[in-house]
């Protein structure tokens, strides 16, 4: 990771043996920002990435969190059940910090955290990227996980994301129950990928994530 100083570290979980990378906050600690991945890729994404770059200036440590299928090694995510287990196996050594810690996690990881969020005692939930239903199937929708959290929320979320685009989402007052924030992504794809012929560049998107979610975490107060 370009310009982070990270550390890592082991935790056994019931689902198995995770990984937490711990990027420190540059500046007196106020928040733990601990986020997963999804069900196709790491910790290696780009959106993940660019905040553990940029948040540790602005008194946020950021906690990449790998869990135990990708730390052994399998190429298939297990049933949400199993990544629930998991996530609720890290959750003291998140905690261990002392300070509040918001859950996130992009795609299958942001389901998580919205599941767990208040059994767990999250401060918030970020959710990057949120499933709402399969591509084409918009039928099946996931809204209720997401309305569920419980916990003030953030859905960072690509224009063009096949699993919901941001007008699909189901209205809300920001700060009500069951309510969230939503910063769209121009043109992002699941992955925030924008085409080359888009007038927003990727560097450009990336700064709309992290722009969007250092402004929700001053927010919290």
């Known amino acids: 990771m370009t310009e982070i ?4 570290e082991e935790v056994d979980t019931d689902a198995g043996t995770a990984r937490i990378t711990w990027c420190e906050a540059r500046k007196a600690a106020e928040w733990v920002l601990a986020v997963s991945h999804g069900a196709g890729g790491g910790v290696e994404a780009r ?10 200036a602005h008194g946020v440590t950021v906690a990449l969190v790998e869990q135990p299928w990708r730390v052994a090694g399998k190429k298939l995510a297990p049933a949400p059940r199993t990544l629930d287990t998991g996530w609720r196996g890290l959750w003291p050594a998140l905690a261990k910090p002392g300070l509040p810690v918001i ?3 992009r795609s ?3 389901r998580v955290a919205c599941r767990t969020a208040t059994e767990l005692g999250a401060a918030a939930v970020l959710a990057l990227s949120f499933p709402l239903h399969p591509p084409g199937r918009p039928e099946k929708s996931r809204a209720d996980e997401l309305l569920a959290a419980g916990v003030p929320t953030l859905v960072v979320q690509g224009g063009n994301d096949p699993f919901g685009r941001p007008e699909e989402f189901p209205a809300g007052a920001d700060g009500a129950a069951g309510s969230y924030r939503l910063v769209e992504v121009p043109y992002g794809d699941h992955g925030f990928v924008v085409p080359k012929r888009a007038p927003l560049g990727q560097e450009e ?3 709309v994530i992290t722009d969007g979610v250092v402004e929700w975490i001053a ?3």
Do not use: F, I
């Open 47 to 56: 959106d993940l990435r660019a905040l553990a770059a940029v948040l540790p």
């Open 5 to 8: 100083e990270a550390v890592s």
């Open 108 to 110: 299958a990881g942001a």
């Open 205 to 207: 998107a990336l700064k």
């Open 219 to 221: 927010s919290l107060g």
């Open 103 to 105: 859950a996130g996690g």
